[in-house]
């Protein structure tokens, strides 16, 4: 019994001990002797039976504010606002097992105004700015992050009502992203998204995030901060066609048909979604090789085709709509001929009636489409040859519309030619008279196409 009791007193003893060690190093606080104060507290916080008293942190806390701003000793204590971040940190961790009640934790900390925490928040600030504008990235970024973590402690104390300090995290996202640290920009950009902030140029952070996360192939994270934006900033067209991007080029063909669906239903008078919707689904449908072509290849070119057209209802001065939907006729009518040159004799036999009326079936379908299409090419002639000076792709499209006439012509003529040849040998004197006529305009016409097509770089 004697010996726990003198075991117990003992105990009592130490703890007396360094009880007045950190009596002491207030004392010394108070007295402006830092040094000899830092030497009292660190011994007071090493030791095992105080390591966990709260009130040891926060002096230690104090006694490294001060010496973070007396300019004679901060030179030799070079990490002391570190120091003053990591004892206050401590101290509300010991603070929060101590008390389980809230509001009668942090009392030290309240007493004396915070004003540790306040001094450390302020002074990491200060130097991040100051790095900042010396265009000091890196270092900006490692004291924009200090006043974030001090931040935090005074949000998680009620200090401050707002759980974002959007300023430095602002800031800390800017420094990361000119240091070329992207991913840590994201994560401060992110945050100011996530919070939706709206503020002059804020609009840019939603972008950003948006194509940040896009560029990495993460689809799910760029529609979510696409989504943010458009919410904050409603009326920002750049939201409806980014979306529309990044499907196109990272997600589904069935994700971004749906998307276009959406998109038209609430923009039903812009042309240029129902353009760019037009040409993704030709683009998925159609192949030069038939066999590449998907099973479903027909609905989605005819789809095209529907768009197309709603396209040329809203704008029919659209010269790259005029020209796709003329390329869209012309390419039927070339898979319809490629049908047709499938029919042939085989083994030296002739061609059995029923294919030689399939073949005519077909020659006049190829005509047919050759003549829906001409129209189109025409309008992109009358639309962009009139002007005086042309862009590179529309000098391109003008060139297109034109050859294609061109070969269009040519293949009627072919075409034409052929019945005629038919009708001397029958000696149908008034239709090889038409035949020949109609040959002649046509070939008149591909001379002046041909001579247009040539005079194209010239005369723009």
Known sequence: ???????VLLGATGFGLYAQKLDKAKDLLGKKKLNDAKTEIDGVV??????????AWYTRAKIYAEISKDSSLKGSVPDAREQVLASLKKYTELEDAREKDPAKRYM?????????LIDVYSGYSKDGASFYNASNYNDALTNFKKTLETFDILYAKKIVPMALDTTTTLYAGISAEKANKPEEAAVYY????????????????????????RQKGDVATSQKFSALGK???PQDPFWTGFD?????????????FKKYEDVIKENPDNHIFLFNYAVELYKEGYNEDVTKRPANSKELINKAAEMMKRTLEKKPDYANANMVMGQ??????????????AIRPQGGTKLTPDQLKKKEELRLEVVKKFDEATPYFQKVVDLLDKQAKLKMDEKEILKNALDLMITVNEEKTAQLESKRNAAELA????EVKQYEADIKKLQDQTTAFTEKFNNVDRKH
């Open 427 to 430: 000696k149908k004197a008034a």
């Open 328 to 341: 869209i006729l012309y390419n039927q009518g070339v898979d319809v001929n490629t049908e047709n040159k």
């Open 244 to 256: 529309l991007e990044m499907l196109s080029e990272k997600g589904t063909k069935a994700d971004l």
């Open 231 to 233: 919410e904050v900033y």
């Open 108 to 116: 030290a900390a309240t007493l004396d105004g915070n004003a540790a």
């Open 1 to 7: 019994m004697k010996k726990v009791l003198l075991t």
């Open 46 to 55: 090493a030791a095992e039976k105080t390591a966990s008293n709260s009130d």
């Open 190 to 213: 992110g945050k100011i998204a996530e919070a939706k902030a709206k503020s002059d140029g804020f609009v840019e952070i939603y972008k950003w995030l948006a194509d940040h996360y």
